[in-house]
């Protein structure tokens, strides 16, 4: 893979979401397009962070206190 540049890996199709979407659009967008993760645009398409998979679950993870953490062993 030294070689190869991202250009001939990347994926010239990017689909983006902006700040004031959603929690379970995000998740939709992601789900429908088969994506861990999109890019965060404002109204002048520039990029201000990105939102993935992991961002939309913290309920579920053991550190965040909640979700499912410690139900099966008792």
């Known amino acids: 893979m030294k070689d ?3 250009r001939d890996v ?3 199709s990017v689909v983006v979401v902006t700040a004031e979407c959603s929690a379970r659009h995000v998740a939709d967008v ?3 397009f088969g ?3 999109v890019p ?3 109204g002048d398409d520039r990029v201000i962070g990105g939102i993935t ?3 939309l679950l913290p309920p579920l993870r053991p550190d965040a206190g909640g979700g ?3 139900t099966a062993a008792r």
């Open 68 to 70: 499912l953490a410690g």
């Open 10 to 12: 990347m994926n010239p």
């Open 40 to 42: 965060v645009v404002r």
């Open 4 to 6: 190869v540049c991202v």
């Open 35 to 37: 994506v861990s993760g």
């Open 53 to 55: 998979e992991a961002d």
């Open 30 to 32: 992601i789900a429908e």
